[in-house]
């Protein structure tokens, strides 16, 4: 919007009404003024949120395929451990003789790592997701508030570049009611041309 208004400025300080109307000119040129003014405070505006907001939203977004492949090795962790535990139970299950037993044996040391390694990857989960779920709000609390101080300072600008223009443009004693009657009037005259009548 800023870059459209730059534009329009642009467009009406080179428009051949400006050569003929110093005081139009002058009123251009102050507009031109305050939409540079008004495009420059947008880009740093756009900067900081860049800089304060967005670039630590992708940080944070830039975690969780760490968290998902987590919660993945778990999830195979886990498999494994119900694989391996189903297996030793078929064997509990059948009759103790000198093969089963060696099977047996054999089912529950295969058992003994990945159940230790399911169990601390479920532990870590279990003490970790908690941490990162409550630090969340720790995390983006700062990025909230630099976006609404971004937001107030623009807009504060926005209001005193546009007081500004409005001192240096305003007719004084005219209300908005006598300025849009004085523009109506004008209109009728235009209207009232010939080259413009409807045929």
Known sequence: MSKSAVKISLDLLSN?????????????TALDTAMKRMDA??????NQIQKTVIEPLKKFG???PS????????EQALQDYRRLQAKVEKYEEKEKTGPVLAKLHQAREELRPVR?????KNKQLLDEMPRFYNSRLD????????LIRAQVVYYSEMHK??????????????????????NEARL???RALSIVADD
């Open 41 to 46: 405070f947008n880009q740093e505006k756009v």
């Open 67 to 74: 968290l998902n492949m987590a919660v993945k090795r778990r």
């Open 188 to 190: 009728s005259e235009l």
């Open 139 to 146: 995390y983006f609390q700062p990025s909230f508030e630099s």
């Open 116 to 120: 230790d390694d399911f169990e601390a």
């Open 161 to 182: 570049i546009f007081g500004d223009l409005t001192q240096q443009l305003d007719q004084p004693g005219h209300t908005d009611e006598q300025r849009e009657r004085e």
């Open 62 to 64: 830039s975690v969780f």
């Open 16 to 28: 051949p009404l400006c050569e003929q109307d110093q005081d139009f000119l002058n009123m251009v």
